[in-house]
């Protein structure tokens, strides 16, 4: 069943804040490069490459459903400088607008009576969730190690770990 123009459009605006979520961690990683902790950069990296796989599950769902999305125009990350706190505290923040978003998106799916749109807005519900909490989490274990050294490289060598979007 195609979408409707609506819904349409509201599909290819997420696809949109899907890729420029992705440019946004690539920005955040250069800021992690430069602050010389390659394993959080390396993270950062991984949730932009996770990003661009969200935006091709919204791509596949149009496409099937005999539409063609329309990538709009990509606003520019900020710079966040090399303070941790205020990287991670960015990712955080987009984050939540992805959230709000999805469930913006949600709503309208179920105003316009698209129950084939639920089942994958409802994954990005709960993977909206687990994002938050990770950074979340994140920012904890930042704000308790303040700027102990030795934490801070203990916490950016547990980060580089990631290997894939998990």
Do not use: C
Request: no cysteine; proline share 4%; glycine share 6%.
């Amino acid at each position: 069943m195609k979408l409707n123009e609506t819904l349409a459009k509201a599909f290819s605006e997420q696809i949109t804040l899907e890729i420029e979520s992705s440019v946004a961690y690539i920005q955040l990683a250069i800021a992690l490069d430069d602050a010389d902790l390659p394993g959080m950069a390396s993270w950062m990296r991984i949730q932009s490459d996770e990003e661009r796989t969200h935006a091709a599950k919204f791509i596949a769902h149009v496409t099937d459903r005999g539409n063609r999305p329309q990538i709009g125009e990509l606003s520019a990350p900020k710079d966040p400088g090399t303070d941790v706190n205020a990287v991670f505290e960015a990712a955080l923040a987009h984050e939540q607008k992805v959230s709000d978003s999805i469930r913006a998106l949600y709503r309208l799916a179920q105003a316009e009576g698209d129950i084939d749109s639920l089942p994958l807005l409802s994954w990005f519900v709960e993977e909206q969730i687990e994002e938050e909490a990770t950074l979340s989490e994140i920012l904890g274990r930042l704000r308790m190690i303040s700027n102990d050294g030795p934490g801070l490289l203990r916490l950016d060598s547990e980060l580089g770990a990631r290997t894939s979007a998990e």
